[in-house]
C-alpha cells in the first residue's frame, strides 16, 4: 500500500490557493471594520447634530423668538465677552475646571 506524494508543485499550488483565500477573507475583514468605523461615524455626526438642535431650542426659548442666522455673531461675541470677563459662561454651564485642566 504505497501512498502517493504530491509533488512539489502540487504542494505549492495548494499554499497559493490557501494563501489567496486568507487575503480575500483580511479583505472581507477590512471592509467589515470600515463599515463598522463609516456606522460609528454616522451615529456620532447623528448625536452631535442631535445636541445642536437642542442648544439652539433651548437658546430661542430663553430668547423667546427665533434666531436668525445674522444674530448668530452677536452671540458668539457676547458669549467670547462673557468669557473674557470672568468665564460666566463656563462657570454657569460648570465647565470651567475641565477648561483649566486643559490649559
Not at 504542494?11 to 463609516?38: G, H
Not at 430663553?62 to 470672568?86: H, M, R, S, T, Y
Amino acid at each position: 500500500m504505497s501512498r502517493s506524494k504530491k509533488s512539489y508543485e502540487e504542494r505549492l499550488d495548494e499554499l497559493r490557493v490557501k494563501e489567496q483565500s486568507a487575503i480575500d477573507q483580511a479583505k472581507k475583514y477590512q471592509e467589515r471594520a470600515k463599515k463598522l468605523e463609516r456606522q460609528k461615524k454616522a451615529e456620532e455626526e447623528k448625536k452631535r447634530v442631535h445636541r445642536l438642535i437642542e442648544v439652539g431650542a433651548s437658546v430661542e426659548s430663553v430668547l423667546g423668538c427665533e434666531i436668525e442666522k445674522e444674530d448668530l455673531p452677536k452671540l458668539i461675541a457676547f458669549l467670547k465677552k462673557q468669557e473674557a470677563n470672568g468665564r460666566y459662561f463656563s462657570n454657569a454651564m460648570g465647565k470651567s475646571d475641565e477648561q483649566n485642566k486643559k490649559q
